[in-house]
């Protein structure tokens, strides 16, 4: 038995065998020569290879569109456009006829030094098509050896399957009643595939390693995707072990399932608003079918990314009001610009900082590249008659950044009345509070704005001086730290004073036990990944306000983030023992 760390992309406890795609290696292809009298024959073979992958996209795009949705068969309408890549395809043409050797050589050739030139640039957008020439090209290559591409489509039994990787097309064609989890070497959490798991609700973990290398096909395999652990080959009690847990887990679901339409509210009747947190538009049917009431962060940079130009104020002005429409009457925040720190944008040549984190980003980027943001504002304001949207700035440090980025936003204004342009003259305005200093002068900021909305993600990291993405001092990186708390406290009591409201849209607001402290303390608001809503909704519906205050109050008492994390988690297995496994 053997047991892999890797990272929870997508909730959920499976057993099965395993099913290892070994991928097309286009390293390991073959030298074989032609004669001079088989060019043509070569030649022709290749094109058709083309045209077979081309019919085969088309229906997979068919497919996944009918069963998923336009959103996530796009990505297969950017596939067809590399098969018409002229250059691609005269290249091996050219390599065929002057080296002599057949199309898969030639082929594979080609590929690879796509793949060695794509490797030496340090950039998002192209590190991302270079996964969509991968799997068109496997594609392709499959096609030219008469062999079948969709082995996952037609399935005879339930199977996990284990992968180096996996590319949107292979995700989104897997037969849906009998693949119930996967698990790749790489990835991570924001990745596209992780995103089509959560939405077809299988259990997935990324990022462990060599898992593909040392799993044989049939062999058993269990995937935690609560956890992010997968177990290879487990022994009897472990496979038992899993089997209540899988039974537990599907039981919390369905019970979780009955939530749905009931309001997020103490036993006392204490109201709470409970909003998911998105990156991209194609989440909304998630959003909506885990009972969202709103949506609390829409991280728009992700609008910005994997592209080559900037978005016009009309694109964005579109996007902006569909995802508006679609909520309509509940509330949208849109976060404006918070490029930097591990966000990186394709369009903007940026030079690289010593400090990410802490350089010139989010707002501090906007104020100074006021053409970009004040795009954006317009954008942001238009769509604001669609429906109820909301704007906060992220990253603000003091009092001046939130008058400028106030001061801007009043210039778009101004420019839209006199375009005669509508836009909601009482859209809200809220600011992130992500940094110490910010939170430490919640009082001053509060009087420009409409509401918070605590970043935890960030607030930790500046605080306790841990960067988020550095796994060696990830055991730094504590929600529960007294400083956390006491930061959070002040910044509530400050909203309160103000009368603001107040929100939690870090990670921390999608944990249970968390939660009841962040109650406690007195918040409005708490947004989340869309698949942890359920679970919140159920610890706030087991407690009374007056128990909450009292978890809240007494935790502070503590002196480490360890203690307060061990009393929070006893509390709310106190409260509802099912939310708490293992
Ligand atoms: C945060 O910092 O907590 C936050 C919600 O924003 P992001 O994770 O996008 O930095
Ligand atoms: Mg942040």
New binding site residues.
């Given amino acids: 038995m053997k047991t892999f760390k890797g990272i929870p992309v997508s909730p959920g406890v499976a057993t099965a065998k395993a099913l290892v795609l070994r991928g097309q290696d286009f390293f390991s292809v073959p030298k074989v020569e032609i004669r001079s009298e088989d060019i043509p024959k070569e030649i022709v073979r290749f094109e058709e290879s083309l045209t077979k992958t081309r019919s085969d996209l088309f229906n997979v795009r068919k497919k996944i569109a009918q069963d998923l949705g336009h959103e996530h068969s796009d990505i297969f309408s950017a596939h067809l456009l590399i098969l018409e890549d002229r250059t691609l395809i005269e290249d091996v043409l050219s390599k065929i006829k002057s080296e002599r050797v057949s199309a898969e050589y030639a082929f594979s050739l080609v590929i690879q030094r796509y793949f060695h030139a794509f490797a030496q640039i340090n950039d998002d957008y192209l590190k991302e098509r270079v996964a969509d020439i991968r799997d068109v090209g496997r594609r392709i290559l499959l096609n030219l050896r008469g062999e079948k591409a969709d082995s996952l489509v037609h399935l005879k039994e339930d199977i996990i399957v284990i992968a180096h990787d996996l590319s949107p097309s292979e995700t989104a064609t897997m037969d849906r009643e009998h693949v119930i989890a996967f698990a790749t070497d790489i990835g991570g959490p924001t990745s596209h595939t992780a995103i089509m798991a959560r939405s077809m609700e299988i259990a997935a973990v990324v990022g462990l390693g060599r898992i593909s290398k040392e799993v044989s096909n049939g062999q058993m395999v269990i995937i935690d995707g609560n956890h992010g652990i997968a177990i290879v080959g487990p022994d009897p009690q472990t496979i038992e072990r899993y089997a209540s847990e899988e039974k537990r887990f599907v039981e919390l679901i369905t019970e979780l399932d009955k939530l749905k339409s009931l309001a997020a509210e103490t036993l006392d009747g204490h109201k709470l608003q409970l909003t998911a ?1 998105i990156e991209f538009p194609d989440e909304i049917p998630s959003v909506i079918a885990h009972g969202a009431e709103g949506i609390g ?1 829409y ?1 728009t940079e992700y609008f910005y990314m994997n592209r080559t130009d900037l978005p016009s104020e009309e694109e964005q002005f579109n996007a902006y009001r569909h995802v508006a429409e679609q909520l309509v009457p509940q509330p949208v925040v849109i976060r404006t610009l ?1 490029l930097g ?1 591990d966000k990186f944008l394709s369009s903007l040549d940026l030079p690289r900082e010593m400090n990410p984190f802490m350089g010139w980003r989010a707002i501090r980027f906007c104020l100074t590249r006021v053409d970009i943001f004040k795009t954006q504002l317009r954008a942001i304001l238009r769509a604001s008659v669609h429906g109820n949207l909301k704007l906060m700035y ?1 990253m603000v440090s003091n009092l001046l950044e939130l008058k400028k980025a106030n001061q801007i936003l009043e210039e778009a204004r101004n420019e839209l009345r006199a375009e005669h342009k509508p836009f909601d003259e009482k859209m809200e305005i809220g600011a ?1 509070i ?1 940094i110490p200093s910010a939170a430490l002068t919640s009082d001053v900021l509060a009087r420009e704005v409409d509401f918070f909305s ?6 930790i990291q500046y605080s306790l001086a841990v960067d988020r993405v550095n796994e060696k001092i990830a055991y730094l990186y504590e929600p529960a730290h007294p400083a956390i708390l006491k930061l959070i406290q002040h910044t509530i009591q400050n909203a309160k004073k103000a009368k603001i409201w107040i929100s939690v ?3 921390m607001g999608g944990d249970p036990a968390m939660a009841l402290l962040l109650l406690g303390f007195g918040i409005n608001q708490l947004s989340m990944s869309s698949f942890a809503l359920p679970k919140v909704k159920k610890a706030i519906r087991s407690v009374t306000f007056k128990q909450a205050r009292e978890i809240a109050a007494r935790s502070l008492e503590f002196s480490t983030g360890e203690e307060i994390k061990k009393f929070a988690e006893a509390k709310l297995k106190a409260v509802t023992p099912e939310l708490v496994g293992d």
């Fill in positions: 947190n962060l991280r918070d720190g992220p992130m992500e605590i970043g935890t993600n960030d607030l849209c870090g990670e």
